[in-house]
């Protein structure tokens, strides 16, 4: 999920899903970061004075790349965000999910990521498939790959904040 927000003269918020919305394609896979980017030209044509993006998982995903590249976002709350860009997460519209292929795009171009295994052998906690232990493998695996695909939020003049668990 990703919200750009505004504030001033009123409080507003525009919710924008990455996928499967109607018209978008059926899975997170070389979405436009432009999307994003477009949610907020419509904002400012509001009159808006500071702008927040606000994303949680895949939306916090997008939500740092979009900071890096767009000055006019003044703070990112980013839930479950991730250092790096990913591989996509089902299919576009296409219908073809693999092979895997970047989450995003840029100017039409697929921003680096890092790729999945799909060999990775499923590992549990208190019931649950551990997702993390499958992220630091992958991270592990395809460590040449992290360099192209960290997400630059040094780029970014908005004030950022990370929320994680533990």
Known sequence: MFHVLRSSPASASRRLPCACGKGQAPGVCEVPLETFVQAIDELEKRSCKQIAIAGTSKGAEAALPVAARDERVDAVFAMSPTSVVWGNIGPRRDGIAWPERSSWTWKSEP????????????????????????????????????????????????????????
């Open 111 to 166: 921003l680096p990521f890092v790729p999945t295994d799909s060999s990775w052998t499923t590992e549990y906690a208190n019931g649950l498939v551990s997702y993390r232990s499958f992220f630091e493998h992958c991270l592990q695996r395809f460590a040449k790959s992290i360099p192209a695909a960290t997400i630059p939020v040094e780029q970014s003049r908005a004030n950022i904040v990370l929320i994680a668990g533990g």
